[in-house]
């Protein structure tokens, strides 16, 4: 069974302070990644995924996520936060064959001015 | 592209109606899933379709969920008779193959 647990339920940082929103998996098989931020009233927006490559991924409004295998986590990751990037972020993670998503609970990040 | 669109965006009904929600996926994309959003519960997928054919809805809740895909352009997802429990974001998401998943804006269930 696939699974992903985000162990904090609310990140709350800084404007200009780095960001981190963290994720472990638990999957069969070679691991695809992905991360999503869902803003309120909206639904979940894709932002960036690892399948293989490169350890560190980027994605949109410079976000990046690095995958380790050892530690099965795979953090988001933004060097300097934004007011605009307070949101909720899924990780999510499925088996090379799967077609089915597992979502973490999510993370509510606030950033304050 | 419009991105997967959904109608309607809010829907207030009364116990024992019948609810139906519909989804446009992206086209070209041939993987359609539903799920539901619950605070208690997070994001559950209720049902998968892969070429226009259901091919796991072991997450739809009981009988009265219902979803159909008569064309790769269209789905619905049907309630009835709905109840208070079922009040919900129920989100439509789409994908080309095993590509990530695209979601609509959700429709805002409320079941009076």
């Known amino acids: 069974a696939q699974s992903v647990a985000q162990p904090e339920d609310q990140v709350n940082v800084a404007e200009g302070n780095p960001l981190t929103v963290k994720c472990t998996y638990s999957v069969s098989g070679n691991p695809y990644l992905f991360w999503y931020v869902q803003y309120p009233n909206r639904g979940l927006q894709f932002l960036l995924k690892y399948i293989t490559g490169d350890n560190l991924v980027k994605g949109s409004y410079g976000f990046e996520a690095e995958f380790n295998k050892s530690q099965t986590s795979f953090h988001l990751k933004k060097p300097s936060a934004l007011v605009s990037d307070s949101a909720l972020y899924f990780c999510?993670?499925?088996?090379?064959?799967?077609?089915?998503?597992?979502f973490g609970a999510g993370t509510t990040v606030t950033v304050r001015a | 592209d419009a991105g997967v669109i959904q109608s309607p965006r809010h829907e207030v009904t009364e116990m024992g109606q019948e609810v139906t929600l519909r989804c446009k996926p992206i086209s070209g994309h041939n993987s359609l899933f539903w799920y539901r959003q619950t605070m208690m519960r997070g994001l559950e997928l209720l049902i998968y379709f892969n070429n226009n054919v259901p091919i796991d809805d072991s997450g739809m809740p009981e009988d009265r969920f219902s979803a159909k895909m008569p064309n790769a352009s269209f789905s619905t997802l049907k309630i009835q008779p709905s109840e208070p429990r079922d009040s919900a974001v129920y989100f439509c998401?789409?994908?080309?193959?095993?590509?990530?998943?695209?979601f609509g804006p959700g429709t805002r269930l409320t079941v009076l």
């Open positions: 998401a789409s994908s080309s193959g095993v590509n990530e998943q695209f």
């Open positions: 999510a993670v499925r088996g090379p064959s799967d077609y089915k998503l597992s």
